[in-house]
């Protein structure tokens, strides 16, 4: 029950290798935990979130073709890895990172079958879309709470910033069971119990989008430029909980404190999933490839897309 999200950082060099889950061939970037620059810094090939938490503003598994929401998204870094190896684990040198996004989606379809839903998700008008933050922080965030995913000023400022580009790579579906069968504490598994009175359809999907670098600060990613361009894919998007606790609490904006209510708020109801918001257990990978030429950016879309059933095969995190 996890969302595995590859966040690719697209250089200029080495060729792309596609498969049918449109995998891509890793590049290594520079990465310095403490913000130091050159000196230091570690070579690694992943950024690792742990699980974090999800939320649909203004979608469910019922949202019709034409429906526009907002994903907001908060997760904590678990490790940076090299060749599947960990080199620094969140946390170690009293150096913590968080993740947060948030961008608009578009119900392009939602076909339904014997107790389910099947969502498919584009992008909404315009060139760019959202923002796609990484913050170093002195503390792990609290996914219970919903807090330390946003800019707290000073040395709490993101690190990296980006926006989502809406072009044809923009992708996303979620697959809902609305089955009585399938309807449960929307808390199970290791975090059982949290939020008891709220219940959740099951579900599970993905999503993929490009996103442009806007701000980088070079003390933690020595070599990285404004202007680059990532790719990120999100798989294992998934209902109930089982491993991390449902927020109560997300930004708006992916940068400011104030509050968004999560789980016990009314927007999401007594049954996730059929409330005006859903929320999602979100896991993630953000590797870092080389950039492809523009027909196979095109192909790589495809690709995606093609392996859309297979997505929610889990990239390697340790």
């Given at each position: 029950m996890r969302m595995s999200?590859?966040?690719m950082v697209l250089t200029a060099s080495a060729a792309v290798a596609l498969g049918s889950a449109a995998t891509a061939q890793a590049a290594t970037i520079q990465f310095n935990p403490a913000g130091t620059g050159a000196t230091g810094a570690l070579?690694?090939?992943?950024?690792d979130p742990g699980p974090g938490n999800s939320l649909s503003q203004n979608l469910n598994a019922t949202s019709a073709?034409?429906?526009?929401g907002t994903l907001l998204f908060q997760a904590?870094?678990?490790?940076a890895q090299l060749g599947g190896s960990n080199v620094f684990s969140n946390g170690a040198g009293g150096h913590f990172f968080t993740f947060a996004a948030t961008f608009g989606e578009t119900v392009t379809s939602n076909t339904a079958g014997p107790g389910s839903q099947t969502l498919v998700f584009g992008p909404t008008a315009g060139a760019t879309n959202g923002t796609f933050d990484i913050y170093a922080q002195t503390a792990l965030g609290n996914n219970l709470a919903g807090t330390g995913f946003t800019n707290t000023g000073g040395t709490n400022a993101p690190i990296l910033t980006g926006t989502?580009?809406?072009?044809?790579n923009f992708f996303g579906n979620f697959t809902a069971d609305t089955n009585p069968a399938a309807v449960g504490p929307l808390a199970q598994g290791a975090v059982a119990g949290e939020y008891p009175g709220i219940n959740t359809v099951s579900g599970a999907g993905g999503?993929?989008?490009?996103?442009q670098i806007t701000s980088v600060n070079t003390g933690y990613f020595p070599g990285l430029t404004t202007g680059s361009v990532l790719i990120f894919a999100t798989t294992d998007q998934n209902l109930p909980f089982v491993t991390v606790d449902p927020s109560a609490c997300f930004s708006s904006n992916a940068s400011t404190t104030v509050c968004t209510p999560g789980a016990g708020g009314a927007a999401v109801g007594t049954l996730n999933?059929?409330?005006?918001s859903t929320m999602l257990q979100t896991d993630a990978n953000l590797s870092f490839t080389p950039v492809p030429e523009p027909a196979t950016l095109s192909l790589l879309g495809l690709g995606l897309l093609a392996g859309a059933g297979q997505i929610r095969k889990r990239f390697a995190r340790k």
């Amino acid at each position: 029950m996890r969302m595995s999200k590859y966040l690719m950082v697209l250089t200029a060099s080495a060729a792309v290798a596609l498969g049918s889950a449109a995998t891509a061939q890793a590049a290594t970037i520079q990465f310095n935990p403490a913000g130091t620059g050159a000196t230091g810094a570690l070579t690694i090939d992943v950024l690792d979130p742990g699980p974090g938490n999800s939320l649909s503003q203004n979608l469910n598994a019922t949202s019709a073709a034409g429906s526009v929401g907002t994903l907001l998204f908060q997760a904590n870094l678990d490790s940076a890895q090299l060749g599947g190896s960990n080199v620094f684990s969140n946390g170690a040198g009293g150096h913590f990172f968080t993740f947060a996004a948030t961008f608009g989606e578009t119900v392009t379809s939602n076909t339904a079958g014997p107790g389910s839903q099947t969502l498919v998700f584009g992008p909404t008008a315009g060139a760019t879309n959202g923002t796609f933050d990484i913050y170093a922080q002195t503390a792990l965030g609290n996914n219970l709470a919903g807090t330390g995913f946003t800019n707290t000023g000073g040395t709490n400022a993101p690190i990296l910033t980006g926006t989502l580009l809406n072009n044809a790579n923009f992708f996303g579906n979620f697959t809902a069971d609305t089955n009585p069968a399938a309807v449960g504490p929307l808390a199970q598994g290791a975090v059982a119990g949290e939020y008891p009175g709220i219940n959740t359809v099951s579900g599970a999907g993905g999503f993929h989008a490009q996103i442009q670098i806007t701000s980088v600060n070079t003390g933690y990613f020595p070599g990285l430029t404004t202007g680059s361009v990532l790719i990120f894919a999100t798989t294992d998007q998934n209902l109930p909980f089982v491993t991390v606790d449902p927020s109560a609490c997300f930004s708006s904006n992916a940068s400011t404190t104030v509050c968004t209510p999560g789980a016990g708020g009314a927007a999401v109801g007594t049954l996730n999933g059929t409330g005006t918001s859903t929320m999602l257990q979100t896991d993630a990978n953000l590797s870092f490839t080389p950039v492809p030429e523009p027909a196979t950016l095109s192909l790589l879309g495809l690709g995606l897309l093609a392996g859309a059933g297979q997505i929610r095969k889990r990239f390697a995190r340790k």
